[in-house]
């Protein structure tokens, strides 16, 4: 499968983007998904997880801001950001592995996109 993130962009601290993740194939409902993000000078870490049937995982550091979801008659998976804050800022990547759970593991997800910046100004 291929990924193409795309949404990024510079927003004011409090303000919201919505990240879309387009995915080729026809098996996308059999794929778990999920989102990572990785700053300047830090390792890539864990944002967010939904499983093909729609089961959710956020991490604590984004729960109630961050919002996964995913369409999977449009082979598109999303993340509604919302209250950015500076330390939000990162390039954002999505990521698929074929299973039927939710995976927070980097090194779980077999498919990944290219990427895309998001800057939270303060």
């Known amino acids: 499968v291929q990924l193409q993130a795309s949404g990024g962009g510079l927003v004011q601290a409090g303000g919201s983007l919505r990240l879309s993740c387009a995915a080729s194939g026809r098996t996308f409902s059999s794929y778990a998904m999920g989102w990572f993000r990785q700053a300047p000078g830090k390792e890539r870490e864990f944002v967010a997880a939904?499983?093909?049937?729609?089961?959710?995982y956020h991490a604590d550091s984004v729960k109630g801001r961050f919002t996964i979801s995913r369409d999977n008659a449009k082979n598109t998976m999303y993340l509604q950001m919302n209250s950015l804050k500076p330390e939000d800022t990162a390039v954002y990547y999505c990521?698929?592995?074929?299973?039927?759970?939710?995976?927070?593991?980097?090194?779980?997800?077999?498919?990944w996109g290219q990427g895309t910046q998001v800057t939270v100004s303060s």
């Open positions: 939904i499983s093909g049937s729609g089961y959710t």
């Open positions: 990521a698929a592995t074929m299973t039927d759970r939710t995976v927070v593991a980097t090194r779980s997800y077999d498919y």
